[in-house]
């Protein structure tokens, strides 16, 4: 059972050719068997998981259905889950069990999921390797010696390795995406603003947003109809109606105008995965798609606007956490201020507290201007070079990664390094554009995955032209070995 995509999954339980429970129950044995090797849950819910199974099972005989009624699901450990530990990846929150649940969470529990666990993840979503987790570094189920990307990287490692169908995750600069390329999943990050981030707790909160990471096109249609929708409690949630993402998966590519970035293919890119991004392009042609070369000029300075943006709002998100109110308190502080001070020196890791004072220094009196207001007014620019863009094409494709997944350890002294890795996917999270990386064939055995762009709220066309292109390729039906 565990071979069976998401879609495959609600066919089965509609035919009642396997229970919830019976599925369920599969898997999590599953996840207790290989999880060790590859470190991608960081709680696993079994009692939670068993019961929801019974009583979507519950639900199936009274005559209820649905696609998503009775599927398993595990949520990155930031969307908030009561009762369940909610950690961010942190030293800070390991004792932190929720109160309530993610609109998300809420959303999917309510469409019938049944939730194994919380996924492994960069602390408080900050990284692109999955290597800064309190609970140490996710392996990559393809060569268990190199990253899954991050920061969603347990919840993609997981379902690489067929521990599930599919898991939720949030893309702050990448980190659906990303790790979606390195593992040879399907990922993407919706509109800013289409899926609620009410309980999902926040990084860079004009940046973050939630989405589904599956190993087809057609699954993420299934997990995105669920999770996407207003949401009165979140400020930044628009008010938009969500179309039904399955029926329009099998439209035609006729005519459909690509746009292939002429910046996109400079040097920093691996050449071999450029060939494979201009062989996902042939394909795309063959079934009608018209390709041609843009430019999106401002591109350069995304990776320094995007570091400068980030942490500013990092800085001011994590100020909550003080060791007063909850989270993680020091032993015995002298005072007040030793109280802040050592709670958050001992409860947030290095690139945490890297990222907190870059943000601070950029937001201080005297450099607001220089760093923050300017990076703000480049972010502007990127975005009028999208919206340029796309009034001569329907979508932007290109590489999702400039490099295959790096060897574990292989960038953690140079910060800088890894930064670079999300220098295609930072873009759409600072225009809030939606996104989705595809498998797109391997370097050295390891997975390449390529980035589709779109206009606001069009994941229907990303999906649409994913699911097209996934039916005359097989590079997501691959499995790593041993998994």
């Known amino acids: 059972m565990h071979e069976l995509t998401l879609a495959e999954i609600a066919r089965g339980l509609a035919d009642k050719s396997f229970s919830s429970e019976e599925l369920t129950t599969a898997l999590l044995a599953r996840v207790k068997q290989l999880d060790p ?26 005559g209820e259905g649905g696609a998503l009624l009775g599927a398993p699901i595990a949520h990155k450990d930031l969307f908030c889950t009561q009762g369940v530990r909610t950690s961010c990846g942190s030293k800070m929150l390991d004792n932190f069990n929720a109160p309530y649940d993610a609109t998300v969470v809420a959303k999917l529990a309510e469409a019938g999921m049944v939730t194994l666990g919380k996924t492994n993840m960069d602390e408080f ?33 997981a379902v690489a390795a067929r521990l599930l169908p599919a898991t939720t995750g949030t893309d702050t600069g990448g980190s659906i995406r990303q790790p979606a390329a390195l593992t040879n999943l399907t990922g993407l990050k919706p ?65 459909l105008r690509i746009g292939l970035p002429k910046e996109y293919f400079g040097a920093g890119l691996d050449p071999r995965i450029a060939e494979l991004v201009q062989a996902s392009v042939k394909e795309l042609e063959k079934l009608g798609a018209v390709v041609k070369e843009i430019s999106l000029p401002n591109m350069q300075h995304a990776i320094p606007a995007y570091y400068v943006i980030a942490p500013a709002e990092a800085s001011s998100n994590l ?14 502080p002298k005072d007040l201020t030793d109280l802040y001070k050592r709670s958050r020196g001992e409860g947030f890791g290095a690139e945490v507290q890297r990222r907190i004072m870059v943000g601070t220094y950029a937001l201080s009196a005297g450099y607001y201007d220089a760093y923050y207001v300017k990076a703000q007014q480049i972010r502007r620019l990127i975005k009028n070079d999208f919206m340029a863009a796309f009034e001569g094409v329907d979508l932007i494709l290109g590489p999702t990664t400039p490099n295959p997944a790096w060897k574990l350890g ?71 070995n041993g998994f």
């Not at 290597?131 to 010696?145: D, F, I, Q, R, T």
């Not at 995105?224 to 949401?231: E, K, R, S, T, V």
């Not at 100020?319 to 308190?329: A, C, E, I, L």
């Not at 391997?442 to 709220?457: C, I, S, T």
């Open 37 to 62: 090797q590859i470190n991608s849950f960081i709680s696993v819910t079994e009692d939670l998981a068993l019961g929801q199974a019974r009583a979507a099972d519950a639900r199936r005989a009274a």
């Open 125 to 157: 979503a900050m990284g692109s390797a999955n290597e800064s987790s309190h609970y140490g570094a996710v392996k990559n189920p393809w060569n268990l010696e190199h990253v899954p990307g991050g920061s969603s990287g347990g919840s993609a490692a």
């Open 191 to 255: 509109t800013y603003g289409r899926v609620s981030r009410w309980g999902m707790i926040a990084y860079a909160s004009s940046l973050d947003q939630g989405g589904p990471l599956a190993r087809t096109a057609e699954d993420c249609a299934l997990l995105l109809q669920g999770m996407a929708g207003f949401d009165a409690k979140d400020s930044t949630s628009i008010d938009e109606p969500v179309p039904d993402y399955s029926a329009s998966l099998n439209g035609s590519l006729q005519g």
């Open 319 to 332: 100020s909550r956490f003080d060791g007063v109110r909850f989270g993680y308190r020091c032993e015995e």
């Open 410 to 480: 292989a960038k953690s002294s140079d910060p800088v390094a890894a930064y670079l890795e999300d220098v295609y996917t930072i873009t759409a999270n600072l225009a809030g554009l939606p996104g989705l990386s595809m498998p797109a064939g391997f370097v050295d055995g390891l997975p390449v995955g390529v980035q589709l762009l779109a206009p606001y709220f069009q994941e229907g066309r990303l999906l649409n032209v994913a699911h097209r292109y996934q039916q005359v390729t097989d590079w997501h039906t691959r499995a790593p």
